[in-house]
């Protein structure tokens, strides 16, 4: 199991995603990748354990190998159950991504002892945001001081956010990991 981790808007759903198109330029047929992401309302009835697991069970039909890539996996009660399930039943090749804090808990390491792999997505580089901003008018001064105040969010370097939109949505972010720390922390 390959499990993509990262804070919010790092980029990890775009790596998903770029998985699923280089699957598909391989040569894998459609029908043999299975994409959830559990942050679409289409997918509710889903999040939890046994109706995830029977729903993927009746999208692989036949055998041979299935490409499962669940975006967002923390959404669903009990996932590592599952996906343990699937490593066990079924001929598959699994990616999951979510929050750091959800997925790098102790659960995982017991249900995923020994069979998954952590990557993690980090915010850009200065040098890759410079690589995002190549076809900018500002200097390499200026971008440095435009990275260092909105940090490297892939959304803020593609986009022309004003400084009041870049920070809500970098504090967004800040805030959401900041405060699960501090209930994490005191148990709140």
Known sequence: VKVITGIRRS????????IRDELLRRGVREERIIYLNFESFQWIDLKEAKALYAYIRG??????????????????????????????????DIYVTGSNSKLMSSEISTYLTGRYVSIPVYTLSFREYLDFKADSTLTRKELLEEYIRFGGFPIIALSQYDAQNAYQIVNGIYHTVVSRDIVKRHRI
């Open 11 to 18: 980029g990890k759903s775009v790596v998903l995603r770029l």
């Open 59 to 92: 999208q692989a039909g036949d055998a041979g190998k299935y490409y499962i890539l669940l975006d967002e996996i923390q959404e669903v009660d009990g996932w590592e159950k599952v996906v343990n399930s699937l490593l066990v039943d079924l001929d598959t």
